[in-house]
């Protein structure tokens, strides 16, 4: 078994997460000093913001003799490793090339990009990544590719490619 984090945001990410997460700490304290009324929508930004730090956001990628596990806080989902037809590095040119352009149908702009990628060649793509270097495309047999940041990515792809 060898375990491996989700990528380090990288800058642009980081930076967007920055000013993401000060939208509902703007509406909290506009809550307590101007309107009431603001509690309810900082809430509601605060709830769909958890949701994507336990549901959409995986904390790691762990590569088994037969599996791949992604893992997030509050779910696990198991790749079979036959079912893996293959794993490699991309980067964005090879990405476009393959998929042409794409819509996001998930989370994004906060820790990441997380959920489903629609490309206008490949169809829908599972997309978990936190930077936009270091991408690793997995090809399922059966089922839709997927797209994700491990951190180390070389060596993810040489301990998945085994």
Do not use: K
Request: hydrophobic share 55%.
């Amino acid at each position: 078994m060898t375990e491996f984090r989700l990528a380090a945001m990288s800058g642009l990410i980081r930076a967007l997460t920055l000013v993401v997460l000060v939208v509902p700490l703007v509406l909290f304290v506009f809550a307590a000093v101007v309107s009431r009324l603001l509690l309810g929508p900082a809430l509601f930004v605060a709830a769909i913001y958890a949701l994507v730090w336990f549901w959409f956001r995986p904390g790691r990628f762990v590569v088994h003799p037969g599996t791949l596990e992604v893992v997030w806080p509050l779910r696990r989902h198991e790749i079979s490793r036959a079912n893996i037809v293959c794993v490699r590095l991309v980067d964005t040119r090879d990405l476009r090339r393959e998929t042409g352009w794409g819509l996001r149908v998930g989370a994004g702009g906060l820790w990441g990009g997380f959920g489903w990628l629609w490309t206008q060649r490949r169809g829908i793509v599972r997309m978990y990544i936190s930077r936009t270097d270091g991408l690793v495309w997995i090809e399922c047999a059966g089922g839709r590719p997927w797209l994700i940041s491990p951190e180390r990515p070389e060596a993810f792809v040489r301990a998945l490619a085994r």
